[in-house]
């Protein structure tokens, strides 16, 4: 009984997924033949913004102290 239960409601939610995926297909559609442009899907990789700012001067690699101690 239980597992019909689950079963069910994993059936259920598996079609909102599928329902919401192609309600997301059709919008992206609109929007492009409005004129507008779908947003571009980033990859793996550092996050905007992380890299040197344009025009930084480069120094060089910084060279790391000695550590004191005994």
Request: hydrophobic fraction near 25%; avoid cysteine; glycine fraction near 14%.
């Amino acid at each position: 009984m239980a597992t019909d239960y689950l079963s069910e409601a994993r059936t259920a939610l598996e079609e909102q997924l599928k329902a919401l995926r192609d309600q997301e297909g059709r919008l992206e559609r609109a929007l492009a033949e409005l004129g507008g442009t779908a947003p571009a899907r980033r990859g793996p990789g550092r996050p905007r913004g992380s890299r040197n700012a344009p025009g930084a001067s480069k120094t060089g690699p910084r060279r790391r102290r000695r550590r004191g101690g005994t």
